[in-house]
């Protein structure tokens, strides 16, 4: 009867300690995962962050303005635009 005790007692702490460490490895996965995510969470709340000072810079009206003049080359009243010939030249002269 004692020796069936002792195996059962071993039994139980082998149990035991299996179980913690199957525990522990689930565990420490679990927060591996948890700080992968923080750091995604990161990265998105500053590329958010960086989007919506943009969104904020596109609609203001120096933006608009800049964009106006540089891609459909549209000019205030009154002003003057000068056209650098050399340039055009060096453009004509390498097709």
């Given at each position: 009867m004692k020796k069936l005790k002792k195996i059962l007692f071993f039994a139980f702490i082998a149990y035991v300690a299996f179980?913690?460490?199957?525990?522990?490895?689930?565990?420490?996965?679990?927060?591996?995962?948890?700080?992968?995510?923080?750091?995604?969470?990161?990265?998105?709340?500053?590329?958010?962050?960086?989007?919506?000072?943009?969104?904020?810079?596109?609609?203001?009206?120096?933006f608009i303005e800049n964009e106006a003049r540089q891609k459909l080359g549209l000019v205030k009243k009154g002003e003057i635009i000068y056209v650098d010939i050399s340039k055009t030249k060096t453009q004509e002269t390498k097709k």
């Open positions: 179980t913690f460490f199957q525990q522990q490895v689930a565990l420490e996965k679990l927060n591996n995962r948890y700080r992968d995510l923080k750091n995604k969470e990161a990265a998105v709340i500053k590329e958010n962050k960086y989007l919506n000072e943009l969104l904020h810079q596109m609609n203001s009206e120096s």
